[in-house]
T-cell receptor, first 113, second 115 residues
């Protein structure tokens, strides 16, 4: 595997379910990000982990819970979601230097019913 | 606050025609600037970036962009569009202050290509 991978690619869940999104990067980076991409809205940065420490949490509801067990893996735990949480969730990684280049995974298309 | 504006939500061009996608940013200093492309059902792929130096930067897939400080713009261009260029294009800015890499994205421009 190369680059940034995300699983599952598609997920349908009910509002009472608990599920997790997984992201793995094979680039040797040390920062990872979760974004939410909804129709007709700009990408929303949700969480940032730098050197395995959460450094940004952009007022995301507590029903979204991130976890970064090591520099290669990032999870987004979901519980009691709302229909408006349906979106494409993108993971990205980068090296904490001045390069600022982020590499994105293909995303998980989440539908909340 | 930093912001990125992409004035065109949708653009349609004919295959073989030239293309220019507009991007304006709001930031006090010179930021780092990026263009990303997203094909349907895919993540974002970096097309090109500007950090400093030559204000005309070359990217992948035949794209280029020009940084114009006086206009706070970073427009993306391609001299001859191919049908495979149909996608959504995002301009992004980073404050350039070091540390972890926070990007601010524009709302995107969706490009359609007519045969």
């Amino acid at each position: 595997e190369t680059g940034v991978t995300q699983t599952p690619r598609h997920l349908v869940m009910g509002m009472t379910n608990k599920k997790s999104l997984k992201c793995e990067q094979h680039l040797g980076h040390n920062a990872m990000y979760w974004y939410k991409q909804s129709a007709k809205k700009p990408l929303e940065l949700m969480f940032v982990y730098s050197l395995e420490e959460r450094v940004e949490n952009n007022s995301v509801p507590s029903r979204f819970s991130p976890e970064c067990p090591n520099s290669s893996h990032l999870f987004l735990h979901l519980h009691t979601l709302q229909p408006e949480d349906s979106a494409l969730y993108l993971c990205a990684s980068s090296q904490v230097t001045d390069s600022y280049e982020q590499y994105f995974g293909p995303g998980t298309r989440l539908t909340v019913t | 606050a930093q912001s990125v504006t992409q004035p065109d939500i949708h653009i349609t061009v004919s295959e073989g025609a030239s293309l220019e996608l507009r991007c304006n940013y709001s930031y006090g200093a010179t930021p780092y600037l990026f263009w990303y492309v997203q094909s349907p059902g895919q993540g974002l792929q970096l097309l090109l970036k500007y950090f400093s130096g030559d204000t005309l930067v070359q990217g992948i897939k035949g794209f280029e962009a020009e940084f114009k400080r006086s206009q706070s713009s970073f427009n993306l261009r391609k001299p001859s569009v191919h049908w495979s260029d149909a996608a959504e294009y995002f301009c992004a800015v980073a404050p350039g202050s070091g540390g972890y890499n926070k990007l601010i994205f524009g709302a995107g421009t969706r490009l359609a290509v007519h045969p």
